[in-house]
Structure formats: structure tokens, C-alpha cells
């Protein structure tokens, strides 16, 4: 099947959809009393994944869109580390007894610049608070810059099994033009010193549509992961959004890659890993046939959350740290992203809530057709999600509204069946986006859909 009009399409901002709803729509009317609450309602068999947020890198590179912020010193990430640690067990409290953990996830920033001594009080506190007898996987992601023999041994004395490294593009060029100098040397020092620990489970992104980045350039750096050994390799478009971070005004725009040129990119880059043997998976990510991730696309019980794909399947996702997000059965949570709010919360004995989103039956059915959507590309509209059967009504509708998509190829419609076929599932979002019920109200911008 072909897919036409693909320089429209290229153009359209969408969500990436890592939640339903979106975060552009939580609101102040979820707070800590109101997560407290949820806390306590928490069935105590359920199962749990646990996410760290460390906001905080030694220099912030141009293109990030990332919570962070700059610190040359370990004094104020040892601090936040503590706070941490206080917040793990103010959670805690308000939960029916010590969940069993299957997955914990530590993003940012550079969470790794964390210095031992906080890492070791923070791991105090979620095994005296969690039960971490059946972790499935323990992942941090990591600059290669930083990575050396000593961190790598620490990680795995903390029991981390899986690391993914920011490549994002290895030409001399791009990295200048992003302010973000690492040489292939530096990334493969990286892989050495991790496998070195016996950390073997390695995960590399790479982004395109960067400023001066060009087709080869993209090519070249998937190539590179591929010869380093990657088991999973995330292409991820650099969205572009110097209204929301005022550090990508330091990257000319005149320097980006058009549309069309962006959507040249991410095909090439998708032939030459198929062309390695990775396995497509989801819109953006590719690993080796026999990773758990493939496994799981295959076996229909692969996840989207704040992370992006993952074999998760946890019931509730909690966060820490300053601007994580959290998801219990009732709804979402967000903690205060200012790190100083969100450090006096908890030193008052308050939980750090700033905003959220509670579920309501309609939410829970379009968030589970976009996560099928997304991670297994077809969905059956008349299936009970959510405690709501839709009616043949909504259903008509809701296909009415992807007549243009049919047209130009970007899905097929059988009866209530929709799926996403195998040439157009990097436009997967589009599709998704169909079923998204604040798609008209909503006033966030967001990046391209290429």
C-alpha cells in the first residue's frame, strides 16, 4: 500500500502520546491531597514501576527539550538526592504496604551525575520502602560523556540492567552546531566500560532533523550504533520549540532540515536498520528480533508510557523527583518542576503534587484505542475499554473522521477495524490523533509528526 501526500502530512504537529490524556492537559484541580488519596486506594497485590527524575546536567545542549538544568557542583545534586530519598518514604507512607516493583527507570538530565553517596541513600530508601524481589528491568540513561569504569561498576553493584546512551548524531558538524562534542571515540569508550561491568543490555538513541544534519549523517550514525552492538536503537525528530526552551534559540533555523528533508531522513535511517536485521518497533524504535521488546511487539503486550515503548506492564507508574510524572489507576500526578518547590513540599511533609489529570470512562477508551494504535497499529473500536462499550454511533463517527487518512493511505478500515499498515506506521501518531478527543480545544504546540 502507498502512501500519498506524504509532504502534508510531514508538516502537522501532533503529541507523541507517551499519556492520554496529553500533559498540556492536567490541571491544578489533582494535589497532594488528592494523590494521597489515590495512594491509599492502591490494591496492596498491585504491581508498581518506579521512575527517578534528576534534573541535572553539567552543560545544557542546545537541542534539549528536556527537564533540566546546569550544575557544574555535586553539592546541589547530593542535596536534591536526599530530598529524594525523604520523598520515597513520604509516598510510601500513604500506601497500603511495600509494592512489588517489576521495573524502575532513572531519567533527566544526567541522572548518573548523581554522586554515591546520594545514590546509596536513595537505594536505602526504595528497598526499605518497595519490594524489589521481582524487578524485570533496572534502566538509567546515560551520557557518554560521563560514563567511565568506576560509574559503570556502580551501576551495576545498584542492580541496573539496562543503560541507554544519548548518541543522537556523530558527525563532527551537527554536534558543533548542537553544542554537544562526542566523538565516535567517546561513545564507544562508553559501551566498553559498561559491557566491561557486565552491563550488556544496551540501549542508543539518535535523532534527526537536526541543524545541518544531512541524510548520510543520519545513515552514519545508526550504522555506527548498529557496529557497537546496540540492542535497541530509538530514532527520535528533534522538535523544535524555542517558545517552550529558550536554550534552542541558540540553534539557527535556517539550519534545520526542511520537512521533506526530515521525512528523507527518517525513511533512510528505517531501510538501513531494517537492512541490519533490527526489528521495527512502535513509530520510533528498532531492536534486535530476540530483545524483550520485540518479543513483546510480537506478542501484542508491548506498552507506551512516559518513557516511551516499554515491556512494562506495572498497573501503577510512580514518579519522583521534581516535574516526574506519575500514573495510578485513578489518574495522573506531576510533582512541582521547580526544584525549589518541590524540595520545600517535601521537607514540610507534603506531598509534591502540582497538577494532574483524574480519568474519567471516556478518557480510558481513547487512550486504550491510541495505545493500540501506537503499539500494535490496529484497533478494534468495538471492544469494551474503560467500562464503555462505544455505541455503532461513535464508532461511525469516529471513522468518518479518518476518511482522509484512508484515502491517502496512512490506514486501512475493515467493519470497525483499523490498522495502520506496515509503509505508514511512522505517521502512526496522525492516525492516533484521530481519537484524541482534545485535539480540536487543545492550545499546546507541539513537534511534527515527521
Not at 19 to 26: I, K
Not at 50 to 67: D, E, K, N, T, W
Request: aromatic letters at 8%.
Amino acid at each position: 500500500m502507498t502512501v500519498h501526500n506524504l509532504g502534508r502530512y510531514a508538516t502537522i504537529t501532533v503529541p507523541r502520546y507517551t499519556s492520554y490524556p496529553t500533559a498540556p492537559h492536567f490541571n491544578t484541580g489533582v494535589n497532594g491531597q488528592t494523590y494521597q488519596r489515590w495512594l491509599a486506594e492502591t490494591p496492596p497485590d498491585e504491581t508498581a514501576s518506579l521512575y527517578f527524575h534528576v534534573p541535572y546536567c553539567r552543560s545544557i545542549c542546545a537541542y534539549c527539550g528536556c527537564f533540566t538544568k546546569a550544575s557544574l557542583k555535586d553539592g546541589p545534586i547530593l542535596a536534591y538526592g536526599k530530598t529524594m530519598a525523604r520523598e520515597i518514604d513520604l509516598v510510601a507512607d500513604h500506601l497500603p504496604g511495600k509494592l512489588r516493583v517489576t521495573h524502575m527507570h532513572w531519567g533527566g538530565g544526567t541522572p548518573s551525575l548523581m554522586p554515591r553517596e546520594g545514590f546509596q541513600t536513595i537505594f536505602e530508601a526504595i528497598e526499605r520502602r518497595f519490594d524489589l524481589s521481582n524487578v524485570d528491568e533496572h534502566a538509567i540513561e546515560l551520557d557518554p560523556r560521563v560514563v567511565n569504569k568506576a560509574l559503570a561498576a556502580d551501576l551495576k553493584a545498584y542492580g541496573v540492567t539496562r543503560v541507554s546512551l544519548g548518541v543522537q548524531d556523530l558527525n563532527a558538524k551537527v554536534q558543533q552546531a548542537i553544542g554537544r562534542i562526542q566523538p565516535l571515540e567517546v561513545v564507544e569508550g562508553a559501551v566498553s566500560a559498561l559491557r566491561d561491568a557486565g552491563l550488556d543490555a544496551v540501549n542508543m538513541d539518535v535523532m534527526y532533523g537536526l541543524p545541518r544534519q544531512t541524510l548520510e549523517d543520519v545513515v552514519r550514525s545508526v550504522t555506527a550504533c548498529a557496529a557497537l552492538g546496540a540492542d535497541r536503537i530509538a530514532l527520535f525528530g528533534y522538535a523544535h520549540v524555542p517558545w517552550m526552551k529558550k536554550n534552542q534559540k541558540l540553534i539557527a533555523e535556517d539550519e534545520l532540515p526542511s520537512a521533506g528533508a526530515r521525512l528523507e531522513q527518517v525513511r533512510a535511517a528505517h531501510r538501513a536498520l531494517e537492512h541490519m536485521g533490527y526489528v521495527s518497533v512502535g513509530f520510533d524504535h528498532f531492536a534486535k528480533p530476540d530483545d524483550p521488546m520485540a518479543r513483546a511487539m510480537r506478542g501484542g503486550t508491548l506498552r507506551r508510557n512516559f518513557q516511551g515503548y516499554t515491556t512494562d506492564t506495572a498497573a501503577s507508574l510512580i514518579g519522583f523527583g521534581a516535574s516526574s510524572i506519575g500514573k495510578l489507576r485513578q489518574g495522573y500526578v506531576q510533582t512541582a518542576p521547580d526544584v525549589g518547590a518541590w524540595i520545600r513540599c517535601v521537607e514540610a511533609g507534603e506531598l509534591p503534587v502540582s497538577r494532574g489529570y483524574e480519568m474519567q470512562g471516556e478518557d480510558r477508551l481513547r487512550g486504550s484505542i491510541i495505545e493500540d494504535l501506537l503499539t500494535g497499529f490496529h484497533a478494534d473500536l468495538s471492544i469494551a475499554r474503560g467500562g464503555i462499550t462505544p455505541d455503532q454511533t461513535w464508532i461511525n463517527e469516529h471513522l468518518i473522521r479518518l476518511d482522509d487518512l484512508v484515502e491517502d493511505g496512512l490506514c486501512q478500515v475493515v467493519g470497525a477495524h483499523v490498522t495502520i499498515p506496515e509503509d505508514a506506521r511512522f505517521l502512526a501518531r496522525l492516525v492516533a490523533a484521530r481519537f484524541d478527543g482534545f485535539a480540536e480545544q487543545s492550545k499546546a504546540r507541539h513537534s511534527v509528526a515527521v
